[in-house]
């Protein structure tokens, strides 16, 4: 899955098809394990899903019939399974080798999510096939099998079906065990309208007319896999192909939009056979679609599904009318992602939910392996520090927990969807890479998936992996790093510099960003691999204990985790730090990254005064690399907003990145330029947006002359920035401006432009504007799936008006939101809040609202948002003095004295 942001056929069938699936006897498929949780009583094993649906989609239902053969393994009187919003017209158990078959009653535990079904007489262990017959919802948000409404291409109302199961919605779609290691094969036949394409992850066996304008179209057996791997959707498609080593890649689209699905297919074709080879084994499947819907989730932008990824629109399609070049950069790396799950997830799946950081981790972490392997001039071994930075912020509070997590309910499964898992997941994964060397690494891999293959593993299998391909002491690292939670803190000691070589001591310690004395008393401790340099080779070490000595070549200013493989914060001394930001124009761009961003959170935090994050932060140089400057020059901007309140030091920050920025926005110009690298294609749209923000009259100048040219012609804005442009008009939009957004937003019939627009209205920094974003979101105007994206955008400027709004609509706001991304809803709508007065209402809401063993979002917006407060005093005033100190010509203050006389 990725956040910000899918068969009845027969074994001759199977064995037909192209994919070579290894024999597998369903018998002896390694899955259930008795030690692991599960929210099911472990009676009984599912094998083999025989499923048909028909939906109606217009009356928003649909009726199912499933045929499941399962092995009763402890004698019982009835069978539990999962389901959620079904309605049971039948249940029957007949044994596999014949007899009578039983007629169950089925009771449903709404609460628990599951259904029991009881029979007259015991059931003793041995093979059954278990009869349902049953109705189901069709949802509105991405729940379970969903509807999504669009204009299609003539203008005219139309809807598609797409399912989403991950982590546990399987279960409204098909009674079933939904859990990841019951794994068991499923054929599904759907009766959907003549005139649709149906998709499965499999390619279809066989399609015939029915009654009533269908067709009954059947899919291909799926190898053995987890039910919230499933997938189906039916609607007005259209496919575009390709043949990739000896598999066909293929996207879906709704009819129409086949054009713009090239870039993700090439992308698709490109990465297959990269990632046939780094895992050792090859897809297994004979086709892999990656499926595009309309409209968006609050929870996920693409889902994995084995064989048939599902993905938004917005995260898949490139329209040169609309498409940035970060979103183009974005498709291909959703693609990385969703293809790199096919293996890692799909293939080895994790045992329970506690482990999803396996899943997610690793697939963030090759999906950023592959961009920088395919597109180095993308930058993204700097975006991987970015990964880091944005775990780092998460990982430093009291909140936190372990990559490794227990999950015992379903919402604590969909929490899990969070930063921890995916970014220190692949920090982590990328930090053990560089230990165990790229070479061995993949070895392990490999190793990890041969072995696993239709299974289900567990964290430590991946560990046992990579020792047996030679990553000796990897393990206890490993262990050290995922199952606690926290960031090492590497204290350096003063540098001794001895015949051409420096000695150094380090000193581990915990970084915490609201417990810092807490944790100075009584760290954590962790096995961390540090790699440092003095200007000489890179020396590395694996700490053991409080203290490492360290010595190596050189005697130049000592840079502890050069290349920023490792995860956790190092605190220099004064000097040391001065000597290495006197440095930092010289350093490699991901170091450039990883040392201010560094420097700032341990300003930040209260380890060092703000003055050394920030000497660190205008060591940049405004002509440096594109990318590092993408990434950094939002960092004013966050001080910008810590200093609200005091606007005379916002000025100097504001005209400081205006003179400073400004420049090189010109250097660029204010149009893409063709042939241009892409990193600056990204810088650009940054710089407009903050310069805008910032009221810079040249970017003002601009952003109105094109706005006024756009309401007569919508192409008069070039498309990649179409976005940033309107960005910047809607953000200072008066009442004319905005009711112009509407009405173009109204008249848009291209689903990702008009959500886009709808978005836009909530940007408006004016309060009445916002206010008026908010009652829209709440008419279907808009559309089901736009109107909390909508919501998002007035927390981004104004969190306590949208907080305060959601709130007094609770119930209508939540029908806006998909069940698995609600609880976290809330805390994405405080982001962009520092506001202490915030804490009750979060807790109240907590408290109302949500299980206690569900709190965790909540607590972490909390826990930010005091730790912010805690240190904010501080940080506005010596920030202040640093500002005064250092004048905006870039003169410092010391060298400027008032002249004598
Ligand atoms: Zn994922």
């Given amino acids: 899955m990725k956040p910000f942001a899918m068969l009845l056929a027969s074994a001759a069938i199977l064995v037909a098809a192209p994919s070579a699936l290894p024999a597998q006897n369903p018998g002896q498929v390694d899955t259930v394990d008795s030690t692991l949780p599960t929210q099911l009583p472990r009676t009984a094993i599912p094998r083999h899903y025989t499923l048909t649906v028909t939906p109606h989609a217009d009356r928003l239902t649909f009726d199912g019939e499933v045929a499941i053969d399962l092995e009763v393994i402890k004698a019982t009187p009835s069978l539990t399974l999962n389901a959620a919003d079904i309605s049971f017209a039948s249940a029957t158990l007949a044994p596999a080798r014949g007899g009578a078959p039983l007629t169950g009653r089925v009771t449903v535990d709404d609460k628990a999510q599951t259904a029991s079904i009881a029979f007259p007489r015991t059931l003793a262990p041995g093979a059954y096939r278990l009869r349902l017959a049953y109705s189901g919802k069709i949802n509105t948000q991405a729940n379970g099998l969903f509807a999504l409404d ?71 057996t799926t190898p053995t896999m987890s039910s919230y791997l499933l997938f189906f959707a039916t609607g007005d498609f259209e ?40 895992f050792g084994t090859p897809f297994p499947l004979p086709k892999l679609d990656n499926v595009a819907g309309p409209g968006q989730s609050q929870f996920f932008g693409a889902m994995e599904n084995w064989g048939a990824i599902f993905t938004f629109e917005y995260a898949l399609l490139d329209d040169p009318a609309i498409t940035t070049e970060g979103q183009r950069q974005g498709i291909y790396s959703t693609e990385a992602h969703e293809m790199a799950h ?105 190793r990890y998936i041969s072995s696993h293959a239709y299974q289900n593993s567990r964290t430590t299998d991946l560990w046992a992996a990579q020792e047996a391909a030679g990553a000796h002491g990897l393990s206890v690292i490993a262990r050290d790093f995922t199952t606690q939670p926290g960031i090492p803190l590497i204290t350096v000691g003063p540098a001794q510099c001895n015949g051409g070589s420096t000695a150094v001591t380090l000193t581990q310690g915990q970084f915490s960003a609201d417990r810092q004395q807490e944790t100075a008393a009584n760290p954590l401790s962790w096995h961390v691999p540090v790699a440092a340099t003095a200007g000489g080779s890179i020396v590395k070490a694996v700490t053991a204990g409080r203290t490492t000595q360290l010595t190596m070549p050189g005697c130049g200013p000592l840079m502890i985790n050069p290349g920023q493989y490792g995860y956790y914060r190092t605190l220099y001394t004064p000097q040391e730090a001065a000597a290495l930001a006197s440095q930092l124009p010289g350093a490699a761009p991901v170091d450039q990254y990883g040392l201010i961003s560094n420097a700032l959170a341990l300003s930040l935090a209260g380890y060092q005064p703000m003055q050394t994050g920030l000497d660190f932060l205008a060591a940049m140089p405004a002509n440096g690399s594109a990318k590092v400057i993408q990434r950094t020059v939002g960092r004013w901007d966050d001080l910008y907003d810590r200093l609200d309140g005091d606007p005379a030091a916002q000025a100097d920050i504001a005209a400081r990145v205006v003179s400073g920025y400004g420049p090189r926005l010109r250097q660029l110009g204010f149009a893409p330029k063709a042939g241009e690298p892409a990193v600056d294609a990204v810088l650009r749209p940054t710089l407009i947006n903050l310069l805008g923000k910032y009221r810079d009259p040249a970017v003002l100048a601009e952003a109105s002359r094109l706005f006024a040219a756009w309401k007569t012609n919508p192409d008069a804005i070039p498309g990649s920035l179409k976005a940033t442009w309107l960005g910047v008009i809607a953000r200072n939009a008066d009442a004319a401006t905005w009711d112009a957004i509407h009405e173009r937003a109204r008249a848009t019939t291209g689903s990702i432009e008009r959500a886009s627009l709808y978005q836009l209205l909530g940007r408006a920094k004016d309060d009445a504007l916002a206010q008026r974003a908010l009652d829209l979101a709440l008419t279907s105007e808009p559309g089901k799936t736009t109107s909390s994206g909508m919501i998002t955008a007035v927390a981004g400027q104004h969190p306590r008006m949208a907080i305060d709004f959601v709130l007094s609509h609770l119930a209508q706001v939540n029908q806006l939101i998909d069940i698995s991304g609600r609880s976290r809803f809330m805390q994405r709508l405080a982001a962009s809040s520092r506001d202490p007065a915030l804490i009750p209402v979060l807790e109240n809401y907590a408290q109302a609202n949500l299980a206690e063993s569900d709190r965790k979002p909540i607590q972490q917006a909390v826990d930010r948002i005091r730790s912010e407060a805690a240190q904010g005093q501080r940080i506005r005033t010596e920030t202040a003095a640093w500002l005064k100190a250092h004048p905006a010509s870039g003169a410092p203050a010391a060298m400027g004295r008032p002249e004598r006389g």
């Fill in 150 to 220: 669009y204009k299609n291409k003539e203008g005219k109302d139309a809807r598609s079906l797409f399912t989403q199961f991950e982590a546990a919605d399987a279960r409204r779609f098909v009674p079933s065990w939904d859990e990841p290691d019951y794994k068991a094969k499923w054929d599904l036949t759907a009766r959907v309208p003549a005139n649709e394409m149906a998709v499965s992850n499999l390619p279809m066996a066989s399609s015939r007319p029915i009654a009533g304008g269908l067709k009954e179209v059947r899919f291909q």
């Fill in 342 to 446: 096919q293996w890692f997830g799909d293939l080895v799946t994790m045992a329970w939910w506690d482990d999803l950081w396996l899943n997610e981790g690793f697939a963030s972490w090759m999906e950023n392996k592959t961009t920088q392997h395919f597109h180095p001039e993308w930058g993204a071994d700097v975006d991987r520090v970015g990964s880091r930075e944005g775990a780092m912020a998460l990982d430093s509070l009291n909140s936190t927990h372990p990559v490794v997590q227990q999950v015992r309910t379903v919402e604590q499964a969909n929490q899990a969807f969070d930063a921890i898992s995916y970014s220190k997941g692949e920090s982590v994964i990328a930090m053990l890479e560089n230990f165990a060397g790229p070479d061995v690494w993949r070895d392990g891999i490999r």
């Fill in 239 to 278: 496919r575009v192909t390709k043949s990739s080593a000896g598999r066909e890649v293929g996207i879906v689209v709704t009819r129409g939009n086949g054009s713009k699905a090239h870039y993700a297919l090439d992308a698709e074709a490109q990465i297959l056979p990269y990632y046939n080879d780094y």
